[in-house]
């Protein structure tokens, strides 16, 4: 069986996933943009507070008003590149490292949507949630093959004992 993401010796990320699931990725994508401009509290996990007590308040908004801007600007970034290479066979170092950071972003805002926390257990067949929550996961086991992928072009040498 053929691995749905593999590195090719020319550097090229090969990319077999269904049709189907690229164009949801695709719509997905170009839906977030806007909710990033408004910064829609769906988007809140992409922007994790600098400090997280209230007696530094006034350094949160000064570290808001230099990051804010940059990281709207990655995101809508490899968003744009997601949409743009959708359909694309293989991928370039860069536009695979666009791509994860998308699946993240979309991963995140998702999971902010469905109020997922840690050690959750999926909603029931009948819950209204259970389709996106399906996408949730989707995004998750994507995000993890495309670690894994660049997991094992890691060297030998470094790599915490045990964990490959």
Not at 84 to 93: G, I, R, Y
Not at 108 to 133: I, N
Not at 136 to 155: D, I, N, S, T
């Amino acid at each position: 069986m053929t691995a749905p993401i593999r590195r090719r010796r020319d550097g090229r990320y090969v990319l077999h996933i269904d049709p189907k699931a690229r164009l949801v990725l695709a719509d997905l994508a170009r839906q977030l943009p806007p909710a990033l401009e408004a910064q829609d509290p769906m988007v809140r996990r992409l922007f994790p507070p600098a400090y997280a007590a209230d007696d530094q308040a006034g350094a949160e908004r000064s570290y808001r008003a230099l990051v804010d801007d940059a990281l709207v600007n990655r995101h809508r970034r490899a968003l744009e590149v997601l949409v743009a290479t959708a359909d694309a066979d293989t991928l370039s170092a860069e536009e695979f490292a666009d791509w994860l950071d998308a699946v993240g972003a979309l991963r995140l805002v998702l999971g902010t949507r469905l109020d997922v926390v840690e050690d959750m257990d999926p909603p029931a067949p009948d819950d209204p949630r259970g389709a996106e929550y399906g996408l949730y996961e989707f995004l998750g086991e994507l995000q993890h093959l495309m670690v894994e992928v660049l997991a094992a072009e890691l060297p030998e040498e470094g790599r915490p004992e045990g964990a490959w």
